[in-house]
């Protein structure tokens, strides 16, 4: 079913610096998502969830990455930025096309290649090709806008035309990576470009998190496995260790130290669960692709 045709809907909003707000707002919302079905805290994951929090950091990275390219005037490296967060879109959105969505995600998580999964009930690649016509399926605009942001990806004849300069009536070759002179609205399209791709991710990403399991499950889930932890002092001691999740808040409120230095350098850390059982923890980190530290 058709979502987005090539005509787009978007509120008006003032220069780049409206645009840099709105983009930076829907990247927000992306990195707390997780958190209203991934819960309680500490619950368990599967593979295909951690895959997804991947894309949720993929995004907020890529989100992060425009804004500070826009605002140095690399349109290079911004542009090609469009192309990363449309893939990240198609490689979660792929997740619906096959037979086994879990197995999928944990040959993933194995460290097998995306094209190795196959289409529902055949034995084609999900390459980026059928990525993109399936979603475009849905977004109608995908198409075009993917095919004009891998023109910067790779080195095409855009990469020529764009640092083409005329002055005093000859033409020189801007060597550098930035162009300085650049007004802002030159960006408009960019921008409103970008933040479209991010607008389907978090669409995507809604649709995702809408087929796992709800946080009462988990709970259960949670209980039964914390209350074998702690009726066996063997499997305390012995057995392999568990990822879990923890939100944003509870990370802030609960790590301390040496421990919530840790994270905020993306170094795994350890916190302590049950009677002896230290568990590595994945921490999303708020708002922390937009602090200056």
Request: a neutral charge; glycine letters at 6%.
């Amino acid at each position: 079913m058709q979502r987005e045709s090539n005509e787009i809907y978007l509120e008006e909003t003032s220069g780049l610096e409206g645009r840099m707000v709105r983009i930076r707002s829907m990247a927000d919302e992306i990195c707390h998502m997780p958190d209203g079905t991934y819960a309680p805290q500490g619950c368990i994951l599967a593979d295909v969830e951690w895959f997804s929090l991947a894309f949720v950091s993929k995004s907020t990275s890529n989100a992060h990455a425009f804004e500070t390219l826009v605002r140095e005037r690399n349109t290079i490296a911004a542009a090609a930025l469009i192309r990363m967060q449309i893939e990240a879109a198609m490689r979660l959105f792929g997740l619906t096309l096959v037979d086994d969505v879990e197995e999928s995600g944990a040959r993933l998580m194995n460290g097998e290649k995306y094209s190795t999964l196959k289409l529902k009930g055949t034995k084609q690649p999900l390459r980026d090709k059928i990525l993109r016509e399936k979603l475009a399926e849905m977004y109608l605009w995908v198409t075009a806008a993917d095919e004009d942001s891998s023109a910067y990806v790779h080195l095409d004849s855009v990469n020529i035309r764009l640092k083409l300069n005329p002055l005093g009536g000859r033409v020189f070759f801007n060597l550098f990576g930035v162009e300085k002179a650049r007004p802002d609205e030159d960006y408009f399209d960019l921008a409103d470009t970008f933040f479209i791709a991010l607008r389907m991710t978090r669409d995507l990403l809604k649709d995702f998190l809408a087929t796992r399991p709800n946080p009462d499950y988990r709970l259960k889930q949670k209980l039964k496995l914390d209350a074998e932890r702690i009726g066996s002092r063997e499997t305390a001691e012995n057995d392999e260790l568990q990822w879990s999740y923890f939100s944003i808040a509870a990370c802030k409120k609960g790590l301390t130290g040496s421990r919530r230095h840790a994270h905020r350098k993306g170094i795994m850390a350890h916190h302590k669960i049950g009677r002896s059982r230290n568990v590595p923890v994945l921490c999303v980190w708020d708002r922390i692709i937009y602090q200056r530290e």
